[in-house]
């Protein structure tokens, strides 16, 4: 498998480990850039049909936990007949391996740790529902920074309905089984509390409370013997603590923990005081703690009643078989005589049942002496209990008494929504389609998130919806860029007020000279105008300076007609020049004085003479000195 590439994107690393059912390695993803860990099923299981349906289910319903002490799953998938999951890659080691490195048990402090986080895994995971089946020590991790990551969720509940014996796993697993799961009973979340009650007693001790020879040997254990508590084991385990793991580890489900938060609870009020524990007598269980010299001698008498119970099994079954076989023989012509003579089954013509409730289907055939079986359950749109199909259909011709099995609507497929807030959206897209739903991708501006990062989403985490919905993914494009201002032909002060107005922030000037235009007047941008720029961003501006030799002032005569109106007149005179208005000469004359000879003096280039009689502008003129 080194160097395969799985889904045209997860190219294999290396080996990592192998389990009873898969084995993992350590992949990279082309597509993200990142390291991943993928767990591959072994052959025997993909073979399986209707294993490998159950397992893209459970790891898909896993897939929607998202909580920093699960190991997140981020796809699944088959390529031929391979089927993998593809998870979140953790430095470090399972606490299986933390404990047999230890080489005994550990601290009692960091053993609490460890199970107050697998408590808050737990606590997620049963509040969506969603039940880990199989909590060991090889299913736990421990970073080197000693956060807790759990992992497997669903592959657990995918293998109890599997025909296929992995018999070394299965005894790994046994010692941690709760006794409803030996008896083969209903599981609910406080299995997974038991389970977690025998980590904390290794952890605790070094050792689990329970071994034997094989799977059923552990398992009988578990539902007949009693454990001895921690502190037989370990001296420095208080006797707080003892209660704390009995009654995680209880028989009976009911005097357990009911809750993986009431465990945390009890596992903090340890931490802060453990003399606040109060524990009824019924809730703990006294455990019998059996003296070491009478062990032997019992598992001596245990030895002799064991092949004396076999030997006396051997007698019986073969009396039993002869019997029954002596019986059979006696009755097997009167039987067939019988069934040929007197129980001839009439036909019946099967009714039509689709579409009818199961409770109108199951009357239809029971009014026409049929049985009816459930076959399947599918999700459609009809309403939950709908017969959808029948098998005969209608009109078949059978037996009074035949069975007509018919599947059933599981009423519309509802998701419970993930939370992909703060993902690549690329991995929330591939979150969403693995549990049934659409992307939609909506891109805006977003200071405060990195680009192509999903920071908002609708519906939001843990709403119901139904299968196929779309999900509005609000993915971020960076910050908003700031539009580019037109700052030409301004001076370099304003164009500056105009630059950090916009966000943005003024550059290099560089000085060009020029006689066409005044001195500080910017001639060109960098950027142009109304273009998008990252905010914060230097601008370089080009901006007007007179030339040295410009400066030399030059002095012309200028020849002014007066207006003809009687009396006096004031005359002002000026030059504008390099974006300065001067006076040059202010005097009173009459229309006699005219034509009036001014001499004006201003620098090198081009200037506009002013002339103003009284106080208004009485002509303009552009002239070069």
């Known amino acids: 498998m080194i160097g395969r590439i799985l889904g045209n994107r997860y190219e294999i690393l290396e ?68 089927y993998y999951i593809v998870m979140e890659y953790v430095k ?46 090889q299913n736990i991790l421990v970073t080197d920074d000693d956060v807790v990551k759990v992992t497997d969720f669903g592959i657990a509940r995918a293998a109890n309905g599997s025909t296929i014996t992995y018999t070394g796993d299965v005894v790994g697993t046994a010692y941690y089984f709760s006794p409803e799961q030996a008896r083969g009973g209903i599981v609910d979340e406080r299995t997974d509390i038991y389970s977690l009650g025998i980590v904390l007693y290794e952890m605790l001790t070094g050792k689990v409370p329970f071994e ?43 005097l357990r923990y009911q809750t993986a938060a009431d465990f945390l609870k009890d596992l903090d009020t340890f931490l802060r005081n453990p003399k606040e524990l109060n524990f009824k007598e019924e809730e703990i269980t006294k455990t019998r703690v059996i003296p070491s010299k009478d062990v032997e001698e019992l598992k001596r ?3 002799r009643k064991e092949k004396e119970k076999k ?81 005969p259909p209608q009109g078949s011709v059978v037996k009074a008494g035949s069975t007509v099995y018919v599947v059933i609507s599981k009423g519309k497929q509802v998701v419970v ?25 909506i891109e805006q501006y977003n200071d405060q998130f990195p680009k192509e990062y999903v920071f908002d989403q609708n519906p939001r985490q843990g709403v119901q919806v139904e299968y196929n919905t779309v999900i509005d993914l609000y993915v971020s494009k960076g910050p908003q860029p700031a539009i580019m201002p037109n700052v030409v032909n301004m001076t370099l002060e304003e164009a500056t007020t105009a630059l950090e107005n916009a966000g943005l922030k003024l550059g290099k000037v560089i000085y060009k000279e020029t006689t066409d235009v005044p001195e500080n007047i910017v001639l060109e941008q960098s950027v142009p105008p109304n273009s998008e720029v990252q905010k914060g961003s230097p601008i370089d501006l080009i901006v007007s300076k007179m030339p040295q030799d410009s400066l030399q002032q030059q002095t012309k005569n200028v020849i002014i007609k007066l207006p003809d109106k009687p009396g006096t007149m004031k005359v002002d005179v000026y030059v504008i020049q390099n974006g300065q208005k001067n006076l040059v000469y202010s005097a009173e004359h009459t229309y006699q004085d005219s034509p009036l000879t001014v001499p004006v003096t201003a620098y090198k280039g081009k200037a506009t003479l002013e002339v103003d009689i009284d106080g208004q502008v009485y002509s303009t003129v552009e002239a070069r000195f």
């Not at 129980?343 to 026409?368: E, W």
């Open 92 to 137: 470090g080691r399972t606490l299986k391996k933390l404990i047999s490195e230890n080489g005994g048990p550990l601290e009692v402090g960091r053993a609490i740790e460890i199970a107050r986080q697998v408590c808050k895994a737990l606590d997620h995971a049963h509040r969506n529902r969603i039940i880990h089946r199989d909590i060991k020590p």
């Open 417 to 441: 929504v993930p939370n992909v807030i703060n993902k690549d959206y690329l991995e929330a897209k591939n979150i969403l389609e693995n549990m049934g739903l659409k992307a939609n991708i």
């Open 15 to 82: 080996k990592i480990g192998e389990g009873g059912m898969a084995k993992v390695y350590k992949a990279k993803c082309h597509l993200l850039n990142r390291i991943v860990a993928i767990k591959i099923l072994r052959p025997e299981f993909a073979a399986d049909e209707d294993f490998v349906k159950k397992f893209r289910r459970e790891s898909q319903a896993a897939a929607s936990l998202s909580h920093p002490n699960i190991v997140s799953i981020y796809d699944v998938g088959q390529e031929g007949d391979i």
């Open 212 to 254: 034997g020879d094989s799977p059923i040997s552990v398992a009988l254990k578990h539902i007949q013997e009693d454990i001895i508590p921690p502190s037989k084991l370990n001296d420095k385990v208080p006797k707080e603590l003892d209660q704390i793991v009995l009654k995680a580890t209880q028989k009976d489900v009911n």
């Open 301 to 303: 008498a245990a030895q």
């Open 311 to 391: 030997r006396r099994n051997v007698i019986k079954r073969i009396a039993t078989v002869l019997l029954i076989l002596l019986l059979l023989a006696s009755l097997a012509y009167g039987t067939m005589y019988v069934l040929n003579n007197f129980f001839k089954v009439s036909d019946v013509v099967v009714p039509n049942v689709v579409g009818s409730s199961l409770n109108q289907a199951s009357k239809i055939l029971s009014d026409h002496n049929l049985k009816m079986e459930i076959s399947e359950e599918r999700y459609s749109d009809k309403p939950e209990n709908t017969i959808l199909s029948q098998d």
